[in-house]
């Protein structure tokens, strides 16, 4: 697992789950509840980064929720191996700030006229600014999220991952 450690907070209703490995299915919903409000599931692959962002309705600020991670077995059952709890940060002056934040680092990044740079510093800064606010989740997800990363950009986000969930065979 990479992203989120277990207890985190996400700012977004909409969070990402990161993990290296081979899944066949990761499932969200509300913490000690039997039924999964979304799922996805995944083909019989090697081991490799998968990134899955939920995206279904918003979910619901200050309530706790549960990523499970499914593997198939030999009789091609699934079985839940890991349960990973996180929470919404709750709505309030945090979660505004947060949000206004956010939105200057957008505008700063998209601004008519800007250069490849200032969009660079604008998405730069929303990743720091939400490590140092201590939502790495969130962080994570942004690093995630880019549409059409360079290159570099991917090998710079593979090594990170690899950092922090190194292969197996090390």
Request: charge should be negative; proline fraction near 8%.
């Given at each position: 697992?990479?992203?989120?450690?277990?207890?985190?907070?996400?700012?977004?209703?909409?969070?990402?789950?990161?993990?290296?490995?081979?899944?066949?299915?990761?499932?969200?919903?509300?913490?000690?509840?039997?039924?999964?409000?979304?799922?996805?599931?995944?083909?019989?692959?090697?081991?490799?980064?998968?990134?899955?962002?939920?995206?279904?309705?918003?979910?619901t600020p200050g309530a706790d929720y549960e990523w499970v991670l499914y593997q198939r077995q030999r009789d091609r059952s699934l079985k839940d191996v890991l349960t990973v709890p996180f929470r919404i940060m709750e709505t309030?002056?945090?979660?505004?700030?947060?949000?206004?934040?956010?939105?200057?680092?957008?505008?700063?990044?998209?601004?008519?006229?800007?250069?490849?740079?200032?969009?660079?510093?604008?998405?730069?800064?929303?990743?720091?600014?939400?490590?140092?606010?201590?939502?790495?989740?969130?962080?994570?997800?942004?690093?995630?999220?880019?549409?059409?990363?360079?290159?570099?950009?991917?090998?710079?986000?593979?090594?990170?991952?690899?950092?922090?969930?190194?292969?197996?065979?090390?």
């Open positions: 697992m990479v992203n989120p450690g277990a207890g985190e907070t996400f700012w977004s209703q909409q969070p990402m789950f990161v993990l290296r490995g081979s899944v066949a299915e990761i499932a969200l919903r509300p913490a000690g509840e039997p039924t999964a409000l979304w799922t996805a599931r995944f083909p019989l692959a090697p081991i490799q980064t998968v990134a899955v962002q939920y995206d279904g309705v918003p979910l309030g002056e945090e979660r505004d700030r947060i949000a206004t934040d956010l939105a200057t680092f957008q505008t700063q990044g998209t601004a008519e006229g800007a250069d490849a740079d200032a969009g660079y510093f604008g998405f730069g800064a929303q990743v720091t600014y939400l490590f140092y606010s201590g939502l790495p989740a969130d962080a994570f997800q942004a690093l995630f999220s880019v549409s059409e990363p360079t290159a570099e950009f991917v090998a710079s986000r593979e090594a990170l991952v690899t950092a922090i969930c190194p292969p197996l065979d090390n």
